[in-house]
């Protein structure tokens, strides 16, 4: 009687751990910032801030570069590249912040001249599409390997690039395990926010990643409230997500401008003259936090942007992303340090 009790209670347990496997909970969240690549070496100057702030994370990011979709090869760790661009100094980089206790998510990133949009590309013929995969692969087995190497704790095979996802899945499915026998850590894909929902290899991942420039007010300065009811919509489609995977959701970029109605179109980046709105990017910082930092489905995030010169960053008055000599510094600061108490 006593085993077969035994054997019903391991039974029950079993069931409640099947039960539960299906439920995404993040023990940790990601306390990030994208840093900025520079043309010098890093420095523990440069870490100090990020230590300040209480970030335990930082997206390094290497990138590669085509011309058009007429020349589809893509180039890269070239020596005409800033030094944290390429290979050697994201190695320097990763290895300096782990000396320094702050973990590393490795993000390669692409850039087509003139500003083309990345998830837009489409190649004109299947030789070109196969041109362009075989030095993308490479592109990210470099990196894997890199990744491998440093012990990078994270690393992202892509950014936006949605066309390339959705009309090449098998390249990806194979490129996703050659990646995985390269690298042993924890796999990403960075997604543009209004595409997210629609990623077909979600499931072969370990995080859903989401750039979340989602639109959550149209007011000049937006309040807490209205940016938080702004956010309801796509955070019920981002926990949706989460439950239909069951993986955990990654904001692998968040920010927005210090301008006015920074919350309308936040991934808007051209350059535009007129004055600085602290208030209103703070106030959209607050919100996203308040949204999202205290699920236990939600992974964390990226800040962008984070520039390696912190000194200088702060004395410049702009209306860009970075929050760095900002009131969202400051908000940034209370969210990661009440969540790493």
């Not at 196969?130 to 704790?153: C, G, K, M, P």
């Not at 149209?218 to 069951?246: C, F, M, N, R, V």
């Not at 962008?304 to 000194?311: A, G, I, P, R, Y």
Request: aromatic share 14%; with cysteine; hydrophobic share 40%.
């Amino acid at each position: 009687m006593k085993n077969y009790v035994h054997s019903i209670a391991l039974l029950i347990l079993g069931c409640c751990l099947l039960g539960c496997s299906a439920t995404t909970v993040v023990s940790e969240k990601i306390n990030g910032v994208s840093f900025v690549a520079s043309r010098d070496t890093l420095q523990k100057k440069h870490i100090i801030p990020l230590l300040e702030v209480h970030a335990d994370y930082a997206a390094i990011m290497p990138f590669g570069f085509v011309r058009d979709k007429n020349h589809p090869e893509l180039h890269f760790n070239s020596e005409r590249q800033w030094f944290g661009e390429r290979y050697e100094g994201v190695k320097q980089y990763i290895e300096l912040l782990h000396e320094n206790e702050i973990k590393v998510m490795l993000k390669p990133h692409i850039w087509i001249w003139r500003g083309v949009f990345t998830g837009d590309m489409e190649m004109d013929s299947e030789a070109d599409w196969v041109l362009f995969e075989n030095s993308y692969e490479e592109f990210i087995l470099l990196y894997a390997q890199l990744a491998e190497e440093t012990h990078a704790d994270l690393l992202c095979i892509g950014t936006e690039l949605f066309n390339f996802v959705d009309q090449r899945p098998d390249f990806w499915k194979q490129l996703i395990k050659k990646v995985r026998a390269t690298y042993t850590g924890k796999i990403t894909y960075a997604e543009n926010w209004d595409k997210v929902d629609r990623v077909a290899i979600w499931e072969d991942l370990d995080f859903i990643g989401a750039d979340a420039y989602f639109p959550v007010s149209e007011a000049q300065t937006p309040t807490i409230e209205d940016a938080l009811a702004g956010w309801k919509p796509h955070k019920k489609l981002l926990a949706s997500l989460s439950k239909q995977y069951s993986k955990p959701v990654l904001f692998t970029e968040f920010g927005y401008r210090s301008a006015d109605y920074a919350g309308k179109e936040p991934w808007a980046s051209d350059r535009y003259e007129g004055k600085m709105n602290s208030e209103a990017q703070a106030q959209l910082y607050e919100a996203l936090f308040k949204s999202f930092w205290d699920e236990p489905w939600f992974a964390g995030g990226f800040a962008w942007k984070w520039f390696h010169n912190h000194d200088r960053a702060i004395q410049q008055e702009n209306n860009r992303f970075t929050p760095q000599g900002k009131q969202a510094e400051e908000v940034l600061k209370k969210w990661y340090q009440n969540s790493v108490n």
